[in-house]
């Protein structure tokens, strides 16, 4: 659990409930989302923090070129993530940021852009996957010249046509300034 988690874990110690009780014992702070992911790998143990995060970093870190992952993210959530937004207090536009705020999450916005942030992670990473197959398997070691994205790294080649519209822009603008000095 992050370190900020230290205030549920007193709250669970403190609790009337034996289980509750056992289950604060049992939880440490301050461990980061990766080590705690790679600890739950190797020690069949949990860790906690933000689900939508936890998701992401599996997507990203922890899938197989298949799509699969030996790590589970539960249903329900242990504990929510607020979130605030610092705004003077008697602001005139905080009715409508109010406003838009519901009009995103009632349209469902934020669920699309999350599964779709998702998706391509998903993708991104298979392809990572399979790239580091494919080179283990032939032997060669990894390309440089392509990076995590999978986007080819941009060379004189990919910008010579905007470079040659560029100089030609600037001798047309020095041709049209030369005729109005004279």
Same mark, same amino acid.
């Given at each position: ?18 289980? *509750? ?7 440490? &702070?301050?461990?980061?989302?990766? !080590?705690?992911?790679? =600890?739950?790998?190797? $020690? ?60 995103? *999450? ?7 852009? &999350?599964?779709?942030?998702?998706? !391509?992670?998903?993708? =991104?990473?298979?392809? $990572? ?54």
């Amino acid at each position: 659990m992050p370190t900020y988690g230290a205030e549920h874990q007193k709250f669970y110690c403190q609790s009337d409930s034996p289980l *509750l009780r056992s289950l604060g014992g049992l939880m440490k &702070t301050g461990i980061s989302l990766i !080590e705690g992911l790679k =600890r739950a790998l190797v $020690r069949n143990a949990g860790h906690l923090d933000p689900k939508k995060y936890i998701r992401y970093k599996i997507l990203d870190e922890f899938t197989e070129a298949d799509g699969s992952t030996r790590l589970y993210v539960s249903r329900g959530s242990v504990f929510s993530t607020p979130c605030g937004w610092p705004i003077p207090h008697d602001a005139p536009y905080k009715a409508q940021l109010n406003w838009l705020i519901v009009a995103i *999450l009632e349209a469902g916005l934020y669920d699309k852009w &999350t599964a779709d942030l998702m998706r !391509e992670t998903q993708h =991104r990473s298979q392809r $990572r996957q399979r790239q580091r197959q494919s080179a283990d398997s032939q032997g060669q070691p990894e390309s440089r010249e392509i990076h995590e994205d999978g986007l080819p790294a941009l060379t004189i080649n990919h910008t010579q046509g905007a470079f040659i519209i560029f100089l030609l822009g600037l001798a047309i603008a020095t041709l049209v300034f030369s005729t109005e000095l004279l």
